[in-house]
């Protein structure tokens, strides 16, 4: 069990950062984060940056990460896997619209003036309610789960990578499976941004952000499944994640994994994973308020069925 605590929390992403568990692939790790703004208990409507912080929170910070988690065997250039067990939130969380400087709040015209709607969490029922009596169905899941670049230096936890960080895409939910390309030795992989509830978008630029009482995590290396970016595997459907200065950017990433990902699975030539995904795969809006944007490519299970590949 990792607690957020002076070893295990951090503010950036870095390979210079000592591993604080190392694991083999197939070992499960289980923690506890705090929420993405490093409070220190509920936050109920004060002006977003007097929040009460714990005292591991330095200016500059991103996101509360925990970790580093060092995976055994993990190279450069493979893949890791990281399996979704269990997501369980808090009984609090925050969600915070305008009343600062950024581009969303410049179209939404509310830099200056903003909410905060503070909620109370119900982990058994899976249900939110703010202090205006809104009730929203919980499906909690992590806003940050990813590894360092492999450069000097630490880099914001705010982008979302190639190699994951802040990808923010709410079908992470317990019962999915992360893959993404390893891009340094041991892996170093980090989590935290805890959200309760989020919808595509995440449009104010938070979800209901939350600490994490539990989340349970399975690791493992593949070598057989290089993907070129963050790929899902929930329940029910394949993911393909793209990240991209514009939203046409990120959707074209997202279709060539997702045309990759017809061609390996499938066995269909390029041009039919192109014909194919226009009339099957959906096109989702990820996250449009973290510097770099994201699209997910979505195919559902059975939205196709694929020809025998061998006729006899």
């Keep these: 069990m990792l607690e957020p605590d002076d070893r295990t929390l951090h503010g950036y992403f870095s390979a210079a950062y000592p591993p604080v568990l190392t694991v083999r692939p197939g070992d499960s790790v289980t923690f506890r984060t705090l929420d993405c703004w490093w409070s220190a208990g509920p936050y109920a409507g004060e002006h977003p940056p007097d929040r009460p912080r714990v005292p591991q929170h330095r200016p500059g910070y991103g996101h509360a990460l925990i970790g580093p988690i060092e995976v055994l065997g993990a190279s450069a250039g493979q893949t890791l896997e990281v399996r979704v067990d269990e997501v369980v939130p808090a009984t609090w969380g925050t969600t915070v619209a305008g009343g600062w400087p950024s581009g969303p709040n410049r179209r939404y015209h509310l ?19 703010n202090q205006h009596g809104h009730t929203v169905p919980l499906r909690p899941f992590l806003g940050v789960m990813g590894m360092p670049p492999a450069g000097p230096g630490e880099h914001s936890t705010i982008p979302p990578r190639v190699h994951g960080g802040n990808i923010d895409c709410k079908e992470l939910v317990a019962g999915s499976t992360l893959l993404l390309p390893i891009p340094v030795d041991g892996a170093l992989f980090s989590a935290g941004d805890g959200h309760a509830a989020q919808g595509d978008g995440e449009v104010s630029g938070t979800a209901i952000e939350c600490p994490m009482d539990r989340v349970t995590l399975t690791f493992g290396i593949r070598d057989d499944f290089p993907v070129p970016g963050p790929v899902v595997r929930t329940a029910d459907a394949w993911l393909a994640l793209g990240l991209g200065d514009t939203l046409d950017d990120a959707g074209y990433a997202a279709l060539e994994s997702m045309f990759t990902l017809l061609e390996r699975l499938h066995g269909v030539t390029r041009a039919d994973a192109v014909a194919l995904s226009s009339v099957a795969v959906d096109l989702r809006v990820t996250q449009i308020v973290n510097q770099v944007v994201g699209v997910h490519a979505v195919l559902r299970d059975g939205a196709i069925s694929f020809a025998s590949r061998d006729p006899g």
């Design 111 to 129: 830099e200056t003036e903003g909410v905060v709607h503070a909620w109370t969490l119900d982990p058994a029922a899976m249900t939110g309610r």
